[in-house]
């Protein structure tokens, strides 16, 4: 029997999950299908993930918190940040995980010997991503713009900055967590801070992807090494699949079958 699959969020035309999941079910030979749908309340999620008889879901903005409580049963990271992306239907009991982080530390696992984090941002990304980071043992340093972000953070235990309070150090890995860049060319922080970060990182990472923003060409006039957002959102998609498919591929399998989607479109 077809099963299928859904992305919810608000806008959702631009997104390549389709495209990647579409492409791992006709590779691997699974009898699924992955469609969008364009949710404008988050608290109708339940009832249209029910409504179009879907197996599995995935949720991106706004609707990631709506998804946390339209499950019945809550992994224990979802549960612990209160985000979730992902949603997998079993006997009529909808399961909530979060493949966000997970997929965003496996993206940064090829940069070597990094201790010290910063992020510049503390949004929706930033909550999932630095509680993981924490849990693996990272140091994560959080700089915002504004300070409403960063009080839950603080009240968490990490060290957070704004513009203003804070002094450049060498952290080794800097990333940009942020959307400046992503509709205009802003950049996440002030130049002065940046050019006084980049030189002492090892690497810096974009979560931005599809474009190169001018972050990421501040990265790269230092030679310094680093990456876009591409990898976090293609492992996000594999952990997804994995869920989906009651982890009946192995990860190398679904990635080879989604990176050729990506690299064909
Ligand atoms: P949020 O809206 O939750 O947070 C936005 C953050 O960006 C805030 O910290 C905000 O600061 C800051 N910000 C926005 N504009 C500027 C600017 N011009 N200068 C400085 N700071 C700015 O966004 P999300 O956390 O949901 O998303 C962040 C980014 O992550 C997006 O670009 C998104 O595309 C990307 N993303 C990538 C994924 C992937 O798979 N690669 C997955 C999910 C997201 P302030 O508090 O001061 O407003």
């Known amino acids: 029997m077809s099963q299928y699959f859904a992305l919810f969020g608000n806008p959702v035309a631009h997104s390549k999950s389709p495209l990647m999941h579409n492409a791992a079910f006709t590779a691997l030979d699974y009898d699924g299908c992955y469609t ?24 991106t903005v706004p609707h990631k918190e709506a998804a946390f409580n339209a499950c019945d049963v809550l992994d224990p990271f979802a549960q612990k940040i209160g985000v979730v ?13 979060n493949t966000d982080a997970p997929g965003f530390l496996k993206a940064i696992s090829e940069f070597k010997e990094i201790k010290t984090v910063l992020f510049l941002g503390a949004g929706g990304t930033a909550q999932s991503t630095s509680v993981i980071l924490k849990e693996a043992g990272y140091e994560v340093t959080l700089l915002n713009r504004s300070s409403q972000r960063l009080e839950k953070y603080k009240e968490a235990g990490f060290e957070t900055f704004t513009f203003e309070t804070f002094t450049p150090k060498a952290y080794d890995l800097v990333i940009n967590m942020t ?5 205009d060319d802003a950049y996440p922080a002030p130049l002065a801070l940046l050019e006084a970060l980049i030189p002492q990182a090892k690497a810096c990472v974009d979560v931005i992807y599809g474009k190169e923003t001018p972050f990421l060409k501040l990265v790269k006039s230092y030679d310094k090494p680093c990456k876009d957002g591409s990898d976090m959102l293609l492992y996000q998609g594999i952990i997804a699949f994995e ?15 989604m990176q050729k989607a990506f690299d064909i479109n």
């Open 36 to 59: 969008r749908y364009l949710l404008l309340e988050g608290e109708k999620l339940r009832e249209m993930f029910f409504a179009l008889g879907l197996k599995g879901a995935n949720i």
């Open 85 to 97: 992306n992902t949603i997998v239907e079993k006997e009529g009991k909808l399961y909530g995980y």
């Open 179 to 183: 959307s400046a860049g992503l509709e």
């Open 243 to 257: 869920y989906f498919t009651q982890q009946a591929y192995k990860f190398d399998e679904i990635k080879n079958a």
